[in-house]
Nanobody, 120 residues
């Protein structure tokens, strides 16, 4: 069974930086698109950034210009570098990945989330 696990969240002051990681593990066929979402209390889950297997990136509007998404396909790991963080960036950040099994089946994977808290 394939799973994705986030790490790197924590407490940071406004203006600070954090780097999140998301590692896929298990019997992996191939990982297609990977993405970061976030959800603040009372809000819907929103897209932060997405990256294809070939490295094409796209960013949601809320953090555009302050985040950089990247991935290491050899390690089946995705990263999110977040800079100039603001208190409104406080949320649970989730990893999402499209796994293509060795039999060609498409499976969506979600991590358990990692808390990011930005203090004023």
């Amino acid at each position: 069974q394939v799973q994705v696990v986030e790490s790197g969240g924590g407490l940071v002051q406004a203006g600070g930086s954090l780097r999140l990681s998301c590692a896929a593990s298990g019997s992996i066929g191939s990982i297609n698109n990977m993405a970061w979402y976030r959800q603040a209390p009372g809000n819907e889950r929103e897209l932060v950034a997405i990256i294809s297997a070939s490295g094409i990136t796209n960013y949601g509007g809320s953090m555009s210009g302050r985040v950089t998404i990247s991935r290491d396909n050899a390690k089946n790991t995705m990263y999110l570098q977040m800079d100039n963080l603001k208190p409104e960036d406080t949320a649970v950040y989730y990893c999402h990945a499209i796994h293509i099994t060795r039999w060609g089946r498409r499976v969506e994977l979600w991590g358990q989330g990692t808390q990011v808290t930005v203090s004023a």
